[in-house]
């Protein structure tokens, strides 16, 4: 079997990082983050990154998931994937290396991201995202169109079977 690539696809606090695990555990995939990826660079998204640090990252995260896939090993792509340029050069990728392609899209509301928010800022249990970037990260973010046939998910659904 081929592998595959699947692009999560979500604002902050929609649950990408909880989906990526569960999904990485059914398709015996690998997890490439690039919160993590900004972890190792010394970044923090939530605190605002310049586009030339996201690109750096982009490129770090290319050559993790060309490897893996490569070595015929399944990914899963754990970032916001907020443009559709971004989702559209990850199909293309997976494409190139002959492997499978999904986009899972985690439609949360936004009351639901700022209530999740609250709850994070009580708890701790990640880092927080600041006021101003996760403002303009809800403002921005494109969701999925038709044409890119991605599975859905919202609050409470199961994980999808991919």
Not at 76 to 86: A, H, K, P
Not at 90 to 116: E, K, Q, S
Request: proline share 5%; charged share 25%.
């Amino acid at each position: 079997m081929s592998p595959r690539l699947v692009v999560l696809c979500g604002t902050a606090y929609s649950g990408k990082s909880t989906l990526a695990a569960d999904l990485a555990r059914q398709l015996d995939a690998r997890i490439v983050s690039l919160d993590e990826i900004n972890e190792r660079r010394g970044l923090w998204g939530g605190d605002g990154i310049p586009v030339e640090q996201w690109k750096a990252t982009h490129a770090i995260a290319t050559n993790e998931v060309r490897e893996h896939l490569a070595s015929g090993t399944s990914v899963i792509l754990d970032d916001t994937s907020s443009l559709r340029f971004l989702r559209d050069g990850w199909r293309a990728l997976a494409a190139n290396l002959g492997a499978g392609f999904r986009l899972v899209y985690l439609d949360v509301d936004h009351a639901t991201i700022r209530r999740r928010r609250a709850a994070n800022q009580t708890n701790q249990h990640r880092r927080d995202v600041s006021d101003a970037v996760l403002e303009e990260h809800l403002a921005t973010f494109e969701p999925p169109a038709p044409d890119e046939y991605a599975v859905r998910v919202r609050p409470g659904d199961p994980t999808p079977m991919l």
